[in-house]
């Protein structure tokens, strides 16, 4: 049934009551089984539960409501029916009854209230309004609902490890992606839409790419100022269904898993792997003011971190008014559960684990030593074989980076971030910092036996400036949020080039295209896992906005009218990725060391400044780095790259080579095409010297001579 008809579909039942069975404690949530649809849910303290059955996402009201006593549908904490014959497609809420203790409701309250199945494979929000008051009849009903999904023709299930070796990791949300009219797409905004996008991601030569939460989130989950607006929850850093695809990135809601599991195949029948940002730290229920969903009745004190001091208030270390019980064994598993089904049935390849530190704390928020989620995840036979991608920190003060609890986690490098944009932006005395950066911070990972893939490196992500706005302010400007600009950071170590915002200058305009460039081809030139934005390789801009987690408008779409410099800046960006994959040595499995290696007569780095030998790595005022990296392997030509962050040029010795010549392949200080020759044979011969100029990056192949 397409999204929002209210006509009845194939699959739809018809309005009468169908027999039931006692079903079975697994799998939990609502499966299709062998004579009909087995539901089940968790909920310690219910003394009884009803399941409520709706024809279709329209219907104000359920056609059925099967009740389920202890004697007959209970097992523990299970409750569990089977409805025969019931086809996938309608849809279903709980209602528990008991002693519940949910702290901002009674009893009575809460067993009134229709909840979400938390393991729904399908969910349906169209009758979801929390601001809207209750005035009508029909609003009773008005609820989040799980909705019955045909089970997936093909669900994956092989033993092959997927690791980020050569990865090259493109961040976009899928809405947006296609969600602007320029997009040409036939769906919009969904799936399918970006699907038809492919062949763009193709071309670039991104290897992965890392999908902003598509776990349904509550898109009203803004503040009220926010929502005066007219804006809501555009990041989706807001879950509340987690075994569920959004609904509105579907073309149908009742096909849900079929809708992902496409775009999972298609992506990889173009050779790019699917990473997912899940959001496993707190749930879109918020704190004690938050609305009922699910998990404040039916788990309330084991699935949140409870202030024992008082019982109403949840402990709060992400900013958004609760914080989930990762270590608790039953919350463990849900989480193990549920990302195991997204790798085994839906062919995820990885995912990235938004504040991850919270996966370190015990139920009263406590650091603990040896936290059983993040080991756990290691020892999954599923999980162990994906990327495990930790932003590692939390709202609460912790600060993993380069100590994320496990063995084989990779970690969002915020620190390489933070070098790279002082650097560029001119800051001195940090040579030796930019130096181990773009070395893969073997001073983070090397002491504990990770590798240069444990550092994801990226300048820019979702949150905060894009790469043209980190370029063309200084400061942000977030006052279309609501906030008063109150909201976002403060400290985005950017540089404006000259003017604030929109400027007409060509001096400054020339600049900052320099300047994005530059951010560009060292990130693509450092060791570790390199990660874009999307939008990034086409300037794309949120007019000073680094918050935009509530504008789901123009503002942060892609816009597929791409000007002249932004066609330019795609070239360069294609080119670069491509220089990336043909030189090794960019991409090496083990840190530098400084000496030669695999059969190689050259150190696999030698450091430099302005003259060989002598890296400026004390130097106060530095604002120049030079290295060489030798090939991997002896028909692999070496690279002389140049970072020049001062603001006059000046000149580089060469290395000097036997039998053969520096060519020029990369200079950010040339227009396009100049910028970068792909042809190696085209490339202007450097020798003795090189002239770099005033804040750019130059890299130079080795080409033997004839």
Not at 16 to 40: E, H
Not at 216 to 230: L, N, T, V, W
Not at 616 to 628: L, N, P, Q, S, V
Request: aromatic share 10%; net charge negative; glycine share 8%.
């Amino acid at each position: 049934m397409p999204r929002g008809s209210i006509l009845p579909g194939p699959d739809e039942p018809a309005c009468r009551s169908y027999r039931t069975r006692p079903g079975s404690r697994f799998p939990l949530g609502a499966t299709v089984v062998p004579g009909g649809v087995n539901f089940c849910a968790i909920c310690r303290r219910a003394t009884r539960v009803d399941l409520l059955l709706y024809a279709t996402e329209a219907s104000v009201e359920p056609f059925q409501i099967i009740a389920l006593t202890t004697d007959e549908h209970r097992t523990f904490f299970f409750w569990h029916v089977l409805v025969e014959d019931l086809p996938s497609g309608c849809c279903y809420t709980w209602r528990v009854y008991g002693p519940l203790g949910v702290p901002q409701i009674s009893d009575d309250a809460a067993s009134r209230k229709e909840l979400l199945d938390p393991q729904a494979r399908g969910v349906s929000d169209r009758f979801y309004v929390r601001h809207e008051a209750a005035q009508t009849q029909a609003s009773e009903h008005k609820s989040l609902r799980g909705i019955v999904t045909r089970p997936l023709d093909h669900p994956r299930d092989d033993a092959e490890t997927r690791t980020l070796d050569d990865a090259i990791i493109y961040e976009l949300h899928v809405g947006g992606f296609t969600r602007h009219p320029s997009s040409g797409v036939r769906h919009p905004g969904t799936f399918a839409g970006l699907i038809e996008k492919i062949p763009y991601l193709k071309a670039l030569g991104v290897t992965h790419v890392e999908l902003l939460p598509v776990m349904a989130f509550d898109e009203q989950d803004i503040p009220a100022s926010a929502a005066a607006r007219g804006l809501s929850n555009y990041w989706g850093y807001s879950t509340h269904s987690f075994y569920s695809p959004h609904p509105r990135y579907c073309v149908d809601p009742a096909y849900a898993p079929q809708d992902f599991r496409a775009l999972v195949d298609a992506l990889h029948e173009a050779g790019i792997r699917v990473l997912l940002d899940v959001v496993f730290n707190h749930t879109s229920e918020a704190g004690t003011n938050g609305p009922v969903i699910h998990f404040k009745v039916f788990a309330n004190e084991t699935f949140y971190q409870i202030d024992k001091s008082d019982a109403r208030h949840y402990r709060d270390f992400t900013g958004c008014g609760n914080t989930v019980n990762c270590n608790h064994p039953l919350v463990s598993a849900f989480i193990m559960r549920c990302l195991e089904y997204w790798v085994s049935e839906l062919g995820v390849d990885g995912f990235r684990f938004d504040l991850a530190s919270v996966f370190a704390r015990g139920d009263q928020g406590e650091l603990l030593r040896t936290p059983p989620l993040p080991w756990a995840m290691e020892a999954s036979p599923v999980l162990a074989r994906v990327p495990l991608i930790a932003e590692a920190w939390d709202a609460g003060g912790l600060y993993h980076v380069g100590a994320f609890p496990g063995m084989a986690w990779s970690e969002w490098n915020g620190r390489y971030r933070d070098v790279i944009r002082r650097f560029v932006r001119g800051d001195t005395g940090i040579v030796g910092e930019v130096c181990t950066c773009i070395a893969g911070s073997a001073d983070l990972y090397q002491d504990d036996g990770r590798l240069p893939t444990n550092s994801i490196n990226f300048v820019t992500c979702h949150d905060g400036f894009t790469l043209l706005d980190l370029v063309s302010y200084d400061v942000k400007h977030n006052d279309a949020n609501g906030e008063d600009n109150r909201d976002g950071s403060n400290d985005n170590l950017s540089w404006n080039c000259g003017a604030e915002g929109e400027t007409d200058d060509p001096a400054i305009i020339g600049l900052r295209l320099r300047q994005a460039r530059n951010f560009i081809a060292i990130l693509l030139l450092s060791q570790g896992v390199p990660m874009l934005l999307a939008g990034d390789e086409c300037l794309r801009s949120q007019r000073g906005n680094n918050n935009a987690f509530c504008q789901d408008n123009a503002l942060s779409w892609m816009n597929w009218h791409f000007s002249d410099d932004a066609l330019d800046m795609l070239r360069f960006v294609r080119e670069m990725i491509a220089l990336r994959k043909r030189h090794a040595s960019l991409r090496r499995r083990r840190f530098l060391t400084g000496r030669p290696a695999n059969g190689q007569n050259h150190p696999d780095v030698a450091w430099h400044g302005e003259r060989l030998g002598e890296p400026a790595w004390h130097d106060a005022g530095a604002r120049f780095i030079a290295y060489t990296l030798a090939g991997q392997t002896p028909d692999e030509p070496m690279l002389h790259i140049i970072f020049n962050m001062n603001a006059d040029a000046r000149d580089a010795a060469l290395p000097v080579l036997d039998n053969a010549s520096w060519c020029r392949i990369v200079d950010t200080a040339s227009a396009s095409p100049n910028d970068i020759v792909p042809d190696v044979e085209t490339a202007k011969t450097e020798h003795g010297t090189c002239l770099v100029q005033a804040r750019s990056v130059v890299v130079l192949e080795n080409r033997n001579q004839a």
